[in-house]
């Protein structure tokens, strides 16, 4: 029983800190900048074959394809959330350089477009490896659940905020674990959402 157990955990600790480090080593590949979205993506497509109970694939794999596939698409994605949170960026910064009661109602305002745009990059990952859609839907449909599923949103705040805070007092852990655990609470709690959807769509 406890050998099972060890063995177990053994099993998951090395394929969560092996799928993080190549998480790391894609986004180095893509200087960063260029890396981040299609790894994420990668990292969101093992991610959610575990959650669907598949752990016989290759990590390796499906990181070097998934990033070629998805390099100028993710990009594309990428380039459109950093235009946005510029936009909602500048705003902020106007907002508080204006004077009266108008520039607070205003400063939440955009503060408030800011917490969702980041919601939407959350649900945007989810999103792109369980759905065939156009670029355009992804955009609509993450940018829906971020506004109108507020019990999901609730349950994914308070894993990465538990996740947030084990990392902070074992900042050792952040180039094994961090990435990999974030994506994996995300894409489980989002695909029980997807899944009560389709049910209800299925009626």
């Known amino acids: 029983m406890i050998g099972n157990l060890l063995q177990q955990t ?18 180095g590949a893509g200087l960063g900048v260029f890396g981040f ?17 598949d752990f016989d694939i290759s990590p390796w794999k499906i990181f070097k394809e998934t990033f070629k596939k998805e390099f100028l698409r993710g990009n594309l994605a990428g380039v459109i959330f950093i235009f946005l949170g510029l936009f909602i960026y500048f705003d902020l910064k106007v907002a508080e ?25 959350i649900y945007f990952f989810p999103l792109y490896v369980h759905y065939h859609l156009s670029m355009k839907d992804y955009f609509k449909q993450a940018f829906i659940y971020s506004i109108v ?25 952040i180039p094994f674990i961090s990435g990999v655990l974030v994506a994996y609470w995300i894409i489980n709690v989002c695909m029980k959402r997807f899944r009560r959807l389709e049910e209800a769509a299925s009626l």
């Open 10 to 27: 053994s099993e998951w600790v090395t394929r969560l800190v092996w799928v993080n480090l190549l998480w790391l080593l894609f986004i």
């Open 149 to 173: 599923s507020p019990t999901t949103t609730l349950l994914m705040i308070a894993g990465l905020f538990c996740i947030g805070y084990l990392i902070y007092h074992l900042p050792g852990l």
């Open 97 to 121: 350089m204006m004077t009266g009661i108008f520039s607070i109602f205003l400063y939440v305002f955009f503060l408030f477009l800011a917490l969702v745009l980041l919601f939407t990059l």
């Open 37 to 53: 979205m299609p790894a994420t993506i990668a990292l969101f497509t093992i991610t959610r074959k575990w959650s669907m109970g």
